[in-house]
């Protein structure tokens, strides 16, 4: 199967394993309350932004654009942008049942935004065979949320002291600040907003 693969593939899977391994640190995280595990996430998840962003372009230089690498890009944009951060949010703190609601939420977006792109891209791209916009955020926009976690992590602010604090419920938690979870995964779904593709 290896010989199918084109070289922006390979950058592909190297997305795809940089978020795994953005994964894998969450949970040393978990284990070790370590911030530099939150860092190092972090920064697989940036690893897997340029992995993503190169894949593209090397696709369009070298021509060498296949429905393989478009599914390819999917499954690995799902773990590194969706996964990824949703694992990390769960690991700095947000732990509550309405938390992880809003995190099953914020994936469950992302894996649908990407299914419509892959559907719809044809049809999209007209006769000019290039899609001009995005239809909702594009999933490696959460790399922002990414950002943001590496922030707390560093001002000392995760775990019990995340901003915004905790509210109960009904009989469970949630940390507002998980909203912004949900309203990254709603904006990636939503139809009305169009972003111009470079």
Request: glycine content about 10%; proline content about 5%.
């Amino acid at each position: 199967m290896i010989r199918d693969f084109h070289l922006a593939d390979f950058f592909t899977l190297a997305n795809g394993c940089s978020g795994t391994g953005a994964i894998f640190l969450a949970m040393d995280h978990v284990r070790e309350a370590s911030a530099d595990k939150v860092y190092a996430a972090g920064l697989l998840v940036v690893a897997a932004l340029v992995f993503d962003v190169l894949d593209g372009r090397i696709a369009r230089w070298r021509h060498d654009t296949s429905p393989l690498g478009r599914e390819l890009d999917s499954l690995a944009d799902v773990i590194s942008f969706g996964v990824a951060p949703a694992c990390l949010a769960y690991a700095v703190g947000m732990t509550g049942v309405w938390d992880a609601l809003a995190l099953l939420y914020f994936v469950a977006c992302g894996i649908s935004r990407l299914a419509r792109y892959n559907v719809t891209a044809e049809t999209l791209a007209g006769a000019r065979g290039k899609v001009t916009y995005f239809e909702g955020v594009p999933i490696p926009s959460s790399t922002v949320l990414v950002l943001l976690l590496g922030l707390l992590a560093w001002l000392g602010r995760i775990g019990p002291a995340l901003p915004l604090g905790v509210i109960r419920l009904g009989p469970f938690h949630l940390h507002p600040l998980v909203l912004l979870f949900a309203l990254s995964g709603s904006l990636m779904i939503s139809k009305t907003l169009r972003i111009p593709k470079p």
